[in-house]
């Protein structure tokens, strides 16, 4: 198991680095090599395990980016992140099979964090595979363009398990080692508000795969819609819902604001000692 492996398996706070111009959270956008840099510094003075560079925003209904676009955007955002920290974990957002074969020809090994589980592009499974990556795949119906009109469930909770399962067979197929996959339930991906809470309830059924679990609820729509609030205005609530997102079994938080979100995990893991006692 490597370094990057490990990290998948410990709890911790994955810091997201956007290089984007249109990400939902305006503030979480750094779309220059100095800003990058700036960031990336600040996120592990904070305490992050890994930083999450990403080209291409995901948000409902965002725009397409062709792929050089988006391979323009990682590249720099990865040379400023070597610059500060040469030996920081990066994990690369994409969907993309050809952004991580650039990423990895050229920077060495990261995380590939993909948000369609491998059914953005055919080839990404076999890729991650050959280059013996660790592998995080999310769930989502459809695209950042249409999966907004796929949130029809019967029962998200056991769905969102059967359609996970589906994915890590195919892993498997692939070739890619159980020990180096990461599983994300999608919150806020083809999922309605009133959905997102159902599924942290049950977010715990994940459990039986026996993977580590990302989440990813950092300033969304589940937690400032329902409060009639702005994502800027989140920080607060955020906290409640990654200390319910813990509780239930998640490993590592994806998160725009890394020192409260350590503070949660800090107090989390001493309540969790007390409680074991």
Known sequence: MSRLDEILWQRG????VNATPDSFYAASRTQSHR?????????LKEGAAIVDIGGYSSRPDADEVSLEEEWSRVDMALS???EVAKSVAIS?????SEVVRRAFDKYGEVVVNDITGGLGDADMLSVVAKLKLP???????GTPQTMQSQACYNNVVAEVV???QQRLSAMEQAGIERCRIALDPGFGFAKTVEQNYELL???????RFGQPLLVGVSRKSMIYKPLGITPDKALAPTQAVHWEAL???????????????????????RFSENDKG
């Open 162 to 164: 059967s359609e996970l």
């Open 80 to 82: 400023a992140t070597q």
């Open 35 to 43: 800003a990058i840099a700036e960031r990336v510094e600040q996120v």
């Open 13 to 16: 706070v994955m810091a997201i």
């Open 201 to 207: 309830a049950g977010l715990h059924a994940l459990g």
């Open 92 to 96: 690369v957002d994409t969907f993309r």
């Open 247 to 269: 509780r239930q079994g998640a490993t590592l938080l994806r998160v725009h604001d890394v020192a409260e979100a350590v503070q949660t995990l800090q107090l989390y893991e």
């Open 135 to 141: 592998y995080i795949a999310m769930h989502m119906r």
